[in-house]
């Protein structure tokens, strides 16, 4: 059987710890392209030359040059520039939308089969904005966050109650970021609901609303932390359970940015709700109830990417 190809579109510090992920899992060849040049050569030469440590099959190429995603079965792309000081949000908005355009149409001619990871942001935009410059179908275009919300809610949530992290499951719901939902009565420990373990003494309301608080600015706090950049090694890991879903026919159920279509009530936008990844891409949308602050939390996340999408819009007059 064939190895499995994956192309890491953009070789940044996401990019590079994506294809040493993949390596070291063993989940397929490796096409690092990136337009800075020598970088995703660098990289890629640097990690084949783990492979003999580690003990890893996987060949590793750098490139500038689309025509060598040819044929990939996953694309994971964070191609873009990064918020520097005295950008404005629309200013940000506007270069990554021509770099998702020259992605998009980069794997339209090269890899029009494979399933697409978006993790570029501002995310539930740009996974949209991808969509349509590809014109790939929907379920095999998702975007990247809830799997790194979630981790980062699971982390300290098993931080307070000391317990394993593979124990506990958290839930979030809605865009990336501020607006994100995380929602508590579905966050377990072994089954047991987040409130339930409020009531049992195990922590208090209090401390909970500390944590989702700090869940809401998780990506921020590490930007603080850095000086110089933005959380890599947890976003990439989580971007790599999805590719690994895919591949594998797994069909985990994992929070993702995915294109609705009247779930929740919303039409044709992407938005982070929980989906079953499997050999078909977005296999299915899980609709779950919301109480009513759910509810409305989420709606302020379907408004704030309504916003980004008509300012998309207004940039690109073919969007
Ligand atoms: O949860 C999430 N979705 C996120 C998103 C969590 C963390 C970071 N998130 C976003 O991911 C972040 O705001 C950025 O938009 C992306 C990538 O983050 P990373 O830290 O990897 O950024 P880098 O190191 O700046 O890498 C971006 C690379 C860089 O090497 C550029 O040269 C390249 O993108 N780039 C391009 N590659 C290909 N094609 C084009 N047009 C291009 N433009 C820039």
Redesign the pocket.
Known sequence: MARKKLAM???????GTLAHLAAMKELGDVVL????DG?PQGKALDLSQAGPVEGFDAKLKGTSDYADIAGADVCIV?????RKDGMSRDDLLGI?LK?MK??GEGIKQHAPNAFVIC???P?DAMVWALREFSGLPHNMVV???GV?DSARFRHFLADEFNVSVEDVTAFVLGG?GDTMVPVVQYSTVAGIPVPDLVEMGWTTQDKIDAIVKRTRGG?GEIVKLLGN????YA?ATSAIAMAESFLKDKKRVLPAAAHLTGQYGVDDLYVGVPVVIGEGGVERIVEIKLDAEAKQGFQVSVDAVKELLDACKELDGSL
Not at 33 to 36: E, M, N, S
Not at 78 to 82: D, E, L, Q, S
């Open positions: 579109i953009g070789s940044g510090m996401i990019g392209f990136d337009i800075a970088l964070t191609a873009g520039v990064p990554n770099v020259a992605v993790i570029t942001n995310l975007g990247m966050a790194l990336h990506g950049g933005s959380a890599f976003p």
